[in-house]
């Protein structure tokens, strides 16, 4: 009897153990931003990340949405303010709504993740969203059912195109997670397929890079683009301008202290279109070393470019945060580019 007691309490206690574990990480998964959340979603080979926090763009915009019209108003806004910068769908905004029952006019977020062998697109829609419906107008499109649940709807360039010539190609290929309530497209069905298992656990995610801590150092963007560890380096250095800048741009660099290699890299853009830089470093004595020289290059000439970021952008603080250096910059115009402005190389305060 005792013994059936005893076994009867430590299956209570392990109960009482799953339960909390699962409290815990229920609350971590709500605690975490959109962005966060995203990158948790997309596959760890990811290297450059665009993302767009539509939510809060339409809590910004304030549009009109019911019509086909009124969407492309509402994408025409995004472009002007910039909001719609990263977004890889915002052209086929109003075909995405109109055919396929979710777009920027009704999704929570949207990433898309660009890596060596393949590029793919997330799109987190509300909880209360038909996922049947959304799966029926697939399958109504001409898409070939898959046979499983995170399989892949089977599309191709001839089908998207003949649906609407404003469909990103992207779109050929689509994974629905109707109990996340999630949509993931990609040009490539291998590649689609291969994602899917981030979404089922079966496949390593972008959490365990720096992206997500970094992510977390400044306020929620509406917009923002991210680099992966060193790949920034190549994907912003110096190293895209011609000869001429490029020694220019040594030379200012040498003029500022001096810069080290970058770890991970987070340009975002707020709603109020502030602009958040976060440059990530391999220690808290690297990103002490790089303060300076890197908020005087970002106030200095825009080498490579037209102009100075100066002109565009006027620093308003500077500082570390641990192993990471945060610029916080507020454009000097109400409406124009901003995040547009340095999204692509060369960037001078970003070279390594």
């Known amino acids: 009897m005792r013994r059936r007691r005893n076994l009867l309490v430590v299956g209570l206690v392990l109960v009482l153990v799953v339960a909390v574990a699962a409290v815990v990480v229920e609350v971590r998964r709500h605690d975490r931003s959109p962005l966060q959340r995203a990158l948790a979603l997309l596959p760890a080979s990811s290297l450059r990340i665009a993302f767009t926090d ?47 029952g979710f777009s920027p006019a009704n999704a929570e977020w949207e990433a898309y993740a660009q890596s ?36 892949v709807w089977k599309g191709g360039v001839d089908l998207v195109a003949s649906i609407d010539p404003t469909i990103s190609p992207e779109l050929q290929y689509v994974v629905v997670d109707a109990a996340k309530h999630l949509v993931l497209t990609s040009d490539n069905a291998g590649y689609a ?7 089922s656990g079966d496949a390593d995610s972008l959490s365990g890079s720096s992206l997500p801590s970094l992510a977390g150092r400044s306020p929620e963007p509406a917009a923002a683009y991210l680099w992966r560890g060193g790949f920034a380096c190549e994907d912003l250095s110096m190293s895209q301008a011609d000869a001429s800048d490029q020694r220019t741009a040594d030379r200012l660099v040498r003029r500022a202290g001096g810069v080290d290699s970058l770890d991970g890299v987070v340009m975002g853009m707020r709603a109020d279109r502030g602009l958040d830089v976060t440059l990530g470093f391999e220690n808290d004595q690297q990103a002490k070393d790089n303060l300076r020289s890197r908020a005087r290059l970002f106030v200095g000439p825009a080498v490579g470019r037209a ?7 006027r620093l308003t603080r500077s500082r570390t945060d641990g192993d990471a250096v945060l610029l916080t910059a507020k454009p000097r115009a109400k409406d124009g580019f901003v995040l547009s402005q340095v999204d692509d190389g060369p960037v001078l305060f970003a070279t390594c």
């Open 54 to 100: 539509w939510a809060l763009v339409r809590e910004e915009l304030h549009p009109k949405l019911g019509t086909k019209a009124r969407v492309q108003a509402f994408m025409d806004r995004g472009y002007r303010t910039d909001l719609s910068a990263a977004s890889s769908i915002d052209e086929s905004a109003a075909a995405l709504d109109q055919h396929y």
């Open 116 to 151: 060596r062998s393949g590029a793919v697109m997330v799109l987190q829609l509300p909880s209360d969203t038909d996922m049947d419906a959304v799966q029926d107008h697939l399958e109504t499109l001409g898409y070939t059912r898959p046979g499983s649940d995170l399989g």
């Open 193 to 199: 397929g291969r994602s899917a298992r981030v979404l």
């Open 307 to 313: 102009g100075s970021y100066a002109d565009d952008f």
